[in-house]
């Protein structure tokens, strides 16, 4: 018999190349999305055609508990939240349930679902480096203290400790992986690194002259979102569940980041491009997150396969070709 898993935020980077993943082990895969009319629906079944939707809502417990029934998963990937770090300033209310209670929802449902069978199924939590926020050692590691800087990370910290709380309390076989940045060519529009990869093949192009951002100082530890979503399909592979931090180890600025975007296009001076503009900096800024992923690589076998160098260029190459195709005469 196949293994059965359930992912929520399907429609994320994360969703899309781990549903990938599975079904190349043969896992039969269902993904929990929210709303009917969800703009992202499309695409999904057109990268993932035998993926089984669900409808629901993090915030929904009913709806959760009708897809538990329904898909009757051995592994649940809890990817489901805003993500989007600035958003959460404008929305802090929102961002909290649906990042921090919807962790609660899913996981009193799978104990609810599963009984005395409580490891029934295997779960898993995204946690984040947004998490570590003022940084208090270099590099994170798993028992690093956590002080988050924004309405995400706090709200991280909430899902994070509550998958903790599960596993100890009822013995639930719950991990949490604590990832720091990811991207890839599927990384939505607003993050900076793909608002970096797209504006770079414009103006490439000649279809844009300049490129504004915030803080051009802050560094960050950005790997392969396809790389990190074998971690997390081996952490619930391992006999005991725990957390462990997913990271390259090694911290880019947003500098290098377009040193790195421009160069792949042969652009060296692209200081005359970019302009910085206050309205894009964060009210309280992380500006320096570098993760310690020992033990993963120990414990799990797990190392990165992409460079920085490499996913720049791929990221820069999908939006070159992307921007070719939609101008195209």
Do not use: C
Not at 58 to 76: G, V, Y
Not at 235 to 246: F, G, K, S, T
């Amino acid at each position: 018999m196949s293994k059965v898993a359930l992912i929520t935020g399907i429609t994320g980077q994360d969703g899309l190349y781990l549903a990938e993943l599975l079904l190349s082990k043969g896992y039969e895969v269902h993904g929990f999305i929210r709303g009917q009319n969800n703009p992202k629906l499309e695409l999904v079944q057109s990268i993932v055609p035998d993926l089984k939707v669900h409808f629901g809502d993090l915030l929904d417990s009913s709806s959760i508990t009708r897809t538990l029934d329904a898909s009757t998963p051995d592994e649940f990937y809890n990817l489901g939240a805003i993500s989007f770090v600035a958003y959460s300033w404008e929305n802090a209310h929102v961002t909290s349930q649906v990042t921090g209670l919807g962790v609660l929802n899913a996981l009193e449902a799978i104990r609810l679902y599963a009984g005395s069978d409580i490891q029934k199924v295997r779960f898993y939590q995204a946690s984040s480096s947004e998490m570590f926020g003022k940084v208090q050692e270099v590099p994170q590691r798993e028992t690093t203290l956590l002080w988050p800087r924004s309405p995400y990370g706090v709200s991280k910290v909430y899902g994070h400790y509550m998958t903790i709380n599960y596993r100890e309390s009822y013995g639930m076989h719950a991990s949490s992986g604590i990832l720091f940045n990811h991207e890839s060519p599927r990384r939505g529009t607003e993050f900076v690194t793909r608002k970096v990869s797209i504006a770079v093949a414009k103006i490439k192009l000649g279809l844009q002259d300049s490129l504004t951002l915030g803080n051009l100082d802050a560094s960050r530890d950005w790997g392969y979102a396809g790389d990190y979503v074998r971690a997390m399909w081996l952490m619930l592979q391992q006999p005991i569940a725990d957390d462990y931090v997913i990271s390259t180890g090694h911290t880019h600025s947003i500098r290098d980041l377009l040193d790195a975007a421009f160069g792949h296009v042969g652009i060296t001076d692209w200081e005359k491009y970019v302009k910085q503009d206050p309205r894009f900096m964060r009210p309280a800024e992380v500006d320096l997150l570098v993760g310690d992923s020992t033990k993963a690589h120990e414990k799990l076998g797990w190392t990165p396969e992409v460079d920085f160098e490499q996913l720049v260029g791929m990221m820069v190459e999908n939006d070159l070709k992307e921007q070719t195709d939609l101008h195209r005469p």
